[in-house]
């Protein structure tokens, strides 16, 4: 039985899709109900509900074998898992904006709002920046316009919200999109089932592109 | 000792301390603290660098001791042919990855240390897959070389930034990023290809060593190590583990300090790595030593999630007694249990939390319990 954690929302219902066609339906799950946790034993599988922030947290500690995730996520908390791959789902793009007439020159700390605390501090430690760092956990683009930070570190997906904020992207950090990833004990031991999923996923993947 | 009532981690203690023993491993005892200094000069070393530190009364700064290896190793002779052979169950003081808090671990392990040779270095994997399977049966042990993506990626780059995130693709099996990161860098397409072939190298012994060849044509140091996998592979067919046993180069330690072969062992239940090891003989340089060194270490605290099922009774007898029962009669009645091979529990009232299989109630008169 492959025990597999699922991002609540749009993004997991997709995920879903895809595995329903590799051939690991589990019909009741799509029925509407408040379950959680659904099995098909024939196919194998068992799914799980959980935040999509979660679902690392699920994998490296082995309650599920597999799982999907964004790469945001992975860099931020840097699960120890396998990535075994790129789901082309979700893209969008870890960036740092500010209002666009905000001009960064340098001869001050540069204060940034974000959700994603260690991403921002291992980007600009990588440009030797000194930065200080706003932890908030949502409506980061108000930050700059109320004068909270300087400029943000965030997800743009199609940067409509941060147009109508008045605020554009400076600089991007790393594209992101959803991952497949694997508890590294649970591949020990159930490698040809995970190779298995993990191949019928890629042609998909493959397929698609 | 009725050996049921021990806990894995428990009872793993004492089979393995037998194991090493039985191989000539020494027990070695060392203190709780250390200078600071050791640690700081080689932090990468450690699994964490979060170190717990304080000034003892002459004003020196130590800590409690995050690992055991560099202990073990600041002293010691180097003379040709000789080597230490040592074992220790030892706690040491770390982060732990998941709270973030500090945690006592208690680790048990071993080390080899001197002028190694090829036998030193099958005696000690086959001893690491002999730990897990005095543990578990249902245990894989995972073994890698550090020279051979060393030797491929010398050949690729001489940026560390670069080849970090390279390893660090290999390590997770991550072959999309891999594949940006190369790009990115300037590597050639035919290089970034062998680096996605070789991330896909992992199973049994003989698939991997076969898959490995092609690389020994290019590069002098694979093939070198594709001779020292081959012996370990040689050796371990002739142990009862060679079925449990895989290459994997996804198994990675630090490329500054581990120089040969390296591993990491799973039990089937516990989701992440319980027994790392490997050859350091790089630390051992760094730390002005000419010796070879190989070791390993079971994370004993991990044993905590093996699965195992819950004595349905804490006691097997409960004996009340009150204050008009002789004493000589309550220890007649539980010596009396006892040398029937029972667990009791003599109390005056019955406790809240206490499962017991029978009551014997010594304050109703005539009790024939």
Same mark, same amino acid.
């Given at each position: 039985?492959?025990?597999?954690?699922?991002? &609540?929302? #749009?993004? !997991?219902?997709?995920?879903?899709?895809?595995?329903?066609?590799?051939?690991?339906?589990?019909?009741?799950?799509?029925?509407?109900?408040?379950?959680?946790?659904?099995?098909?034993?024939?196919?194998?599988?068992?799914?799980?509900?959980?935040?999509?922030?979660?679902?690392?947290?699920?994998?490296?500690?082995?309650?599920?074998?597999? !799982?999907?995730?964004?790469?945001?996520?992975?860099?931020?908390?840097?699960?120890?898992?396998?990535?075994?791959?790129?789901?082309? $789902?979700?893209?969008? #793009?870890?960036?740092?904006?500010?209002?666009?007439?905000?001009?960064?020159?340098?001869?001050?700390?540069? #204060?940034?709002?974000?959700?994603?605390?260690?991403?921002?501090?291992?980007?600009?430690?990588?440009?030797?920046?000194?930065?200080?760092?706003?932890? $908030?956990? !949502?409506?980061?683009?108000?930050?700059?316009?109320?004068?909270?930070?300087?400029?943000?570190?965030?997800?743009?997906?199609? !940067?409509?919200?941060?147009?109508?904020?008045? $605020?554009?992207?400076?600089?991007?950090?790393?594209?992101?999109?959803?991952? $497949?990833?694997?508890? &590294?004990?649970?591949?020990?031991?159930?490698?040809?089932?995970?190779?298995?999923?993990?191949?019928?996923? &890629?042609?998909?993947?493959?397929?698609?592109? | 000792?009725?050996?049921?009532?021990?806990?894995?981690?428990?009872?793993?203690? @004492?089979?393995?301390?037998?194991? +090493?023993?039985?191989?000539?491993?020494?027990?070695?005892?060392?203190?709780?603290?250390?200078?600071?200094?050791?640690?700081?000069?080689?932090?990468?070393?450690?699994?964490?660098?979060?170190?717990?530190?304080?000034?003892?009364?002459?004003?020196?700064?130590?800590?409690?001791?995050?690992?055991?290896?560099?202990?073990?190793?600041?002293?010691?002779?180097?003379?040709?042919?000789?080597?230490?052979? %040592?074992?220790?169950?030892?706690?040491? +003081?770390?982060?732990?990855?998941?709270?973030?808090?500090?945690?006592?671990?208690?680790?048990?392990?071993?080390?080899?240390?001197? *002028?190694?040779?090829?036998?030193?270095?099958?005696?000690? %994997?086959?001893?690491?897959?002999?730990?897990?399977?005095?543990?578990?049966?249902?245990?894989?042990? *995972?073994?890698?070389?550090?020279?051979?993506?060393?030797?491929?990626?010398?050949?690729?780059?001489?940026?560390? *930034?670069?080849?970090?995130?390279?390893?660090?693709?290999?390590?997770?099996?991550?072959?999309?990023?891999?594949?940006?990161? =190369?790009?990115?860098?300037?590597?050639?397409?035919?290089?970034?290809?062998?680096?996605?072939?070789?991330?896909?190298?992992?199973?049994?012994?003989?698939?991997?060593?076969?898959?490995?060849?092609?690389?020994?044509?290019?590069?002098?140091?694979?093939?070198?190590?594709?001779?020292?996998?081959?012996?370990?592979?040689?050796?371990?067919?002739?142990?009862? +583990?060679?079925?449990?046993?895989?290459? *994997?180069?996804?198994?990675?330690?630090?490329?500054? @300090?581990?120089?040969? %072969?390296?591993?990491?062992?799973?039990?089937?239940?516990?989701?992440?790595?319980?027994?790392?090891?490997?050859?350091?003989?790089?630390?051992?340089?760094?730390?002005?030593?000419?010796?070879?060194?190989?070791?390993?270490?079971? @994370?004993?605290?991990?044993?905590?999630?093996?699965?195992?099922?819950?004595?349905?009774?804490?006691?097997?007898?409960?004996?009340?007694?009150?204050?008009?029962?002789?004493?000589?009669?309550?220890?007649?009645?539980?010596?009396?249990?006892?040398?029937?091979?029972?667990?009791?529990?003599?109390?005056?009232?019955?406790?809240?939390?206490?499962? =017991?299989?029978?009551?014997?109630?010594?304050?109703?008169?005539?009790?024939? =319990?």
């Amino acid at each position: 039985m492959l025990n597999i954690a699922l991002p &609540k929302g #749009r993004l !997991g219902e997709k995920v879903y899709a895809m595995f329903a066609e590799a051939g690991y339906e589990c019909p009741s799950l799509l029925e509407p109900s408040r379950k959680l946790i659904f099995e098909n034993p024939e196919a194998g599988v068992r799914y799980f509900w959980v935040k999509p922030s979660d679902v690392a947290i699920y994998v490296e500690r082995g309650a599920a074998d597999i !799982g999907v995730a964004g790469k945001d996520i992975l860099l931020e908390y840097r699960p120890d898992v396998f990535e075994l791959l790129d789901l082309n $789902l979700g893209k969008c #793009r870890m960036a740092v904006a500010a209002k666009s007439d905000f001009y960064d020159d340098g001869s001050r700390t540069l #204060r940034v709002a974000t959700k994603f605390t260690n991403i921002a501090a291992r980007y600009y430690a990588s440009k030797c920046r000194e930065i200080d760092i706003i932890k $908030l956990n !949502g409506s980061i683009e108000i930050a700059p316009i109320l004068g909270l930070s300087d400029v943000i570190v965030d997800i743009v997906e199609t !940067g409509k919200t941060l147009v109508e904020n008045d $605020l554009e992207v400076k600089e991007t950090i790393l594209p992101i999109s959803a991952r $497949l990833i694997c508890n &590294k004990a649970a591949f020990r031991f159930k490698t040809a089932e995970i190779e298995k999923i993990t191949s019928y996923m &890629k042609a998909q993947v493959e397929t698609h592109d | 000792m009725n050996a049921t009532y021990l806990k894995p981690e428990e009872r793993a203690v @004492y089979a393995l301390r037998e194991l +090493y023993r039985s191989y000539g491993y020494l027990p070695f005892k060392m203190s709780k603290f250390e200078e600071y200094d050791l640690y700081v000069r080689n932090k990468d070393f450690l699994v964490s660098d979060r170190i717990i530190t304080f000034t003892d009364v002459g004003g020196k700064l130590l800590a409690l001791k995050p690992d055991v290896t560099l202990s073990i190793i600041k002293n010691g002779e180097d003379r040709p042919g000789y080597k230490q052979k %040592v074992c220790y169950n030892e706690n040491v +003081y770390r982060v732990s990855g998941s709270t973030h808090q500090y945690k006592e671990i208690l680790q048990t392990g071993l080390e080899c240390i001197g *002028d190694l040779d090829t036998y030193d270095i099958c005696e000690v %994997v086959t001893l690491a897959a002999a730990s897990l399977s005095a543990v578990s049966q249902a245990f894989v042990l *995972d073994i890698s070389h550090m020279g051979i993506l060393s030797a491929m990626l010398d050949e690729i780059t001489t940026e560390g *930034d670069i080849r970090r995130e390279i390893a660090a693709c290999i390590a997770e099996k991550n072959p999309h990023d891999l594949a940006r990161i =190369c790009t990115e860098a300037g590597v050639s397409e035919e290089d970034t290809a062998t680096l996605r072939d070789f991330m896909t190298m992992y199973g049994d012994m003989d698939t991997v060593l076969a898959r490995l060849l092609p690389l020994c044509r290019r590069y002098e140091a694979v093939a070198i190590a594709h001779g020292e996998l081959t012996e370990l592979r040689d050796h371990l067919k002739n142990t009862p +583990y060679a079925d449990r046993v895989h290459f *994997d180069f996804s198994i990675m330690n630090d490329m500054s @300090y581990y120089g040969g %072969v390296v591993f990491c062992g799973y039990l089937d239940g516990i989701c992440e790595c319980v027994l790392s090891g490997g050859q350091y003989n790089k630390l051992m340089k760094r730390m002005g030593r000419k010796a070879g060194a190989i070791g390993f270490a079971l @994370y004993l605290d991990l044993l905590e999630g093996l699965p195992h099922t819950l004595p349905a009774y804490d006691v097997d007898v409960l004996v009340l007694y009150d204050t008009a029962t002789p004493v000589s009669a309550v220890t007649a009645k539980v010596e009396a249990l006892r040398a029937e091979g029972k667990t009791v529990s003599a109390q005056r009232a019955i406790p809240d939390k206490l499962r =017991c299989a029978t009551l014997c109630d010594l304050r109703k008169e005539g009790a024939s =319990c």
